[in-house]
């Protein structure tokens, strides 16, 4: 019996022994994923100052999720504190941090629509597939709205990811910014804002870091483990969008962040940026959404 109970620690250290071994490997292989280079072709997007187009950058800032990360000013913010260890404080994007005012006009489509640093690595925490399909115009109207604000005070991105995240890096689980994107893709056409599906389409390209390229919803790979799953926003049976029968009830939802019983919508739904998209933009955004395929 003693000679079985041995065996069977014996068994219980080899195995610990693997799996340590194998999550090592999978934290080293995770470290090499961060550190290499991701080649894209990247045609600049002319700077602007004009009033015109730091009007628009602004609205998109604060509508299309930019605030929620670097901050009302751009000037950083403190995304995620986990007590597991998570830790993302989101850079300073004006010209106080010495890095962004070294930006050239190649650097900002580089890391907005690509997700790749002006070195070439990859950046870790950025949703650069809801920015992927930018307008010219859009994307020039967004920086020229950065461009044009004070400096702050300079911080740098902080990220810092506990041991399972990296290991989950490593294995492919978990992506970086550039290796969820299709880099082949053109930039969208300009588009006149429009209470259309077809602009609809185009404004929930913002949706899809949470929502998924389907915006069939699930977890959310990457966030803390208590956010809950992103909804389901195809028209189908249980999915949100069955709540909504009109654009006026989407809009008041995305406004207030309750659905039409009254029910809290999770806060984890930026709400403080996208209730700020006007009544055009939801409504295009509905139109889209309830034209989806249901299967």
């Not at 620690?9 to 280079?37: D, F, H, M, N, Q």
């Not at 894209?40 to 002319?46: Q, T």
């Not at 925490?125 to 020229?144: C, F, K, T």
């Amino acid at each position: 019996m003693a000679r079985v109970l041995r065996m069977a620690a014996l068994g219980l250290v080899g195995v610990g022994i693997i799996v340590a071994a194998a999550i090592y490997g999978a934290v080293l292989v995770g470290e090499r994923k961060a550190s290499r280079t991701v080649e894209v072709d990247v045609a600049p997007v002319a700077f602007r100052d004009d009033a015109a187009s730091i009007a628009q950058g602004k609205y998109l800032y604060e509508s299309r999720g930019c605030m929620e990360c670097h901050g009302a000013g751009a000037g950083g913010r403190q995304v995620f504190d986990d007590p597991g260890g998570l830790t993302v404080r989101a850079p300073d994007l004006t010209s106080g941090n010495p890095e962004m005012a070294r930006y050239q006009p190649v650097d900002w489509v580089r890391s907005i629509r690509h997700g790749v640093a002006p070195t070439g690595r990859p950046l870790l925490i950025m949703p650069s597939e809801d920015y992927n399909r930018l307008s010219d115009d859009d994307l020039a109207a967004l920086v020229a709205y950065v461009r044009s604000l004070p400096p702050g005070m300079g911080a740098p991105a902080d990220i810092r990811l506990p041991w399972f995240v990296r290991a989950l890096y490593g294995v492919g689980v978990i992506n970086d910014a550039a290796a969820k994107i299709d880099h082949s893709l053109p930039a969208s056409p300009p588009m006149a804002q429009a209470a259309t599906a077809q602009y609809g389409g185009y404004v929930a390209n913002a949706c899809l870091g949470c929502h998924g390229p389907e915006l069939r919803g699930g977890k959310i790979a990457g966030a803390p483990p208590d956010w809950p799953p992103a909804a389901d926003l195809r028209p189908v049976s249980g999915g949100a969008m069955a709540r909504y029968g009109h654009a006026s009830a989407f809009i008041a939802m995305m406004r207030s962040g309750k659905r039409p019983d009254g029910s809290e919508v999770s806060r984890v739904m930026p709400f403080d940026s996208f209730g700020r998209m006007n009544d055009t933009e939801l409504t295009a955004v509905y139109l889209y959404l309830s034209g989806l395929p249901s299967r």
